[in-house]
């Protein structure tokens, strides 16, 4: 048995907070256009939209970041994998600076049980060093200094030298795998 | 010769960021009494002031890290390093949410040759993996991944098991003979 818990790093746009639900919504809203997830398939995502400069609007826009919707299961599976990993929010705020104070208020109210110290704002990520990162972009994972655990999205879903999660159903299921493996090796 | 750069994580705050020169100063400011450097040696910084719950508000006082004075030589010490080195800012702002923005600013003000790829925002900096870390506090120092450097404090001026630099020109200094070492030993 290991002392330490391992460490997971989990990105939030787009693994935690649903990035593509609040720009289809809000693109609708303003535009009167209907954007489907299946057009968002392999580009990045102001290519999904007829006017691109919109969407870098919009993630400059106060409110974005705060009120980005949760992906569905995040809160439940993140509090199961606290049992047993230390949980690290990893994010890649600081290209939005303005986003800063939004994201940490964002995780107050959906993820409270995350302490403070745990929370990781960023540029770029190659200096986290952590067991296991869970992120939608290849920048990131190709260059993460652990297991890289690539969240689906649409800009990401032609890439395959990584292993994908679909759901945070099947984070929960890899996870468990893990704990199942690592437990049949320590008999 | 090595492709890839060694990399330099630096605190932010008692390193670059000079904020016992701001507390001395607001507490002379509000209280009329001048607490002197010497007065702040072997205490944590709240202790050292009569009243240590002023200290607590103006850490969450808005304009408090924005405002803070920068390190003497630290601007050109960090430029010149930054040649030889990938250097990170990293600093434990989510302790104080409010000052994420501020901070973000007061590097732009600052050192606007840092770019936002190169900041980092977080609570414990465990996870952080550089091959230097410049910090006054131990409780970074004691469980980072490379090499801990002291930057010399008021509340750190007991400890005595890691090497402390006591201002930016002998932080220049010892990279110059780490870098000087490097190539006798490279030849």
């Known amino acids: 048995m290991k002392n330490k818990k391992e460490t997971i790093a989990i990105d939030m ?17 303003d535009h009167g256009i209907l954007i489907s997830r299946e057009d968002m398939i392999g580009k990045p995502e102001p290519d999904a939209f007829p006017n691109k400069e919109v969407i870098f609007e919009y993630l400059q826009t106060p409110g974005f970041f705060r009120t980005l919707p949760v992906m569905p299961g995040a809160i ?12 690290y929010i990893v994010t890649a705020a600081m290209e939005f600076p303005l986003s800063l104070y939004e994201k940490y208020q964002w995780l107050q109210e959906h993820f409270p ?16 060093d952590t067991d296991y990162l869970i992120d939608d972009h290849i920048k990131n ?42 437990k049949s090796e320590a008999v």
Chains 1, 2 share one sequence.
């Open 76 to 87: 439940e599976v993140v509090q199961e994998l606290m049992k047993d990993y230390d949980v």
């Open 113 to 128: 049980f995350i302490s403070w110290k745990n929370i990781i704002m960023c540029g770029d990520k190659s200096v986290i």
């Open 141 to 182: 994972l190709d260059f993460c200094k652990g297991r890289p655990i690539m969240f689906n999205a649409g800009h990401n879903s032609n890439i395959d030298h990584h292993q994908r999660v679909n759901t945070w159903g099947e984070v929960r299921t890899l996870f468990n795998d893990i704990r199942n493996l690592s």
């Open 13 to 29: 746009d787009g693994v935690i907070a649903d990035v593509e639900a609040q720009l289809i919504a809000w693109y609708h809203r």
